[in-house]
């Protein structure tokens, strides 16, 4: 869709034509649902259903804020990232609370699910857990960051976005974007490395 396409779809959509928001909605929904769940693995389906469900409600209420110049799915991907994060603060309350969240190692079977088979080519369980663990510890990095640069490596990493959309949707310049970058994934690093020690730690028999 071009540039001058979108601002109609928009527009129509500030006018309340109902097909404008189906096509927004038959555009975007999907490549947010796989983007929430890209930024934390440890959702599942119906998580990222809720969060996308919140995102999409925020962007009929806000549409008419929208400043037009990043493309509309970059200024939802922001929308769902900043819903995501609200959406796992609160499951981390209440596991604190005392609330236990089941860990399903396989989806539940469907239409688009394939079978469970000894010789499908997915990860055996252990190696799921692994790398669902491993994702764990990417975004409590993350988390840890916080600020400007967990949005611009959520946007370059897992919006798969280049450096001039997002420079548009940051409203910087790109070289401003490639540095801070470089300097976000260095400070990413330590955190992941902070990360890690503190779960090394957490996990030796006490002594007492």
Not at 10 to 15: D, E, G
Not at 29 to 46: D, H, I, K, W
Not at 68 to 87: E, V
């Amino acid at each position: 869709m071009t540039g001058l396409d979108e601002n109609a779809l928009i527009t129509r959509c500030l006018r309340g034509e109902a097909a404008a928001w189906d096509e927004v909605f038959d555009r975007h929904y999907s490549a947010t649902g796989r983007f929430v769940l890209q930024l934390a693995p440890s959702f599942t389906p119906e998580d990222a259903e809720e969060v996308c469900q919140e995102a999409f409600l925020s962007v009929i209420k806000h549409l008419a804020n929208f400043n037009r110049r990043s493309q509309l799915q970059t200024w939802i991907f922001r929308i769902a990232a900043n819903k995501a994060r609200d959406y796992r603060s609160k499951q981390s309350a209440e596991k604190r609370g005392g609330g236990q969240t089941l860990l399903s190692l396989h989806p539940e079977p469907g239409e688009d699910t394939p079978a469970i088979d000894p010789a499908s080519p997915l990860p055996s369980p252990d190696v799921a857990l692994l790398r669902a663990e491993q994702w764990k510890f990417v975004g409590q990095a993350l988390e840890e960051l916080g600020g400007p640069c967990q949005e611009i490596l959520e946007l370059r990493y897992f919006a798969d976005l280049d450096y001039k959309e997002i420079s548009v949707a940051l409203d910087l310049n790109e070289k401003t974007v490639s540095s801070r970058l470089s300097k976000c994934r260095d400070k990413f690093e330590a955190a992941l490395r902070r990360v890690f020690l503190r779960e090394k730690i957490d996990g030796l028999p006490s002594n007492r």
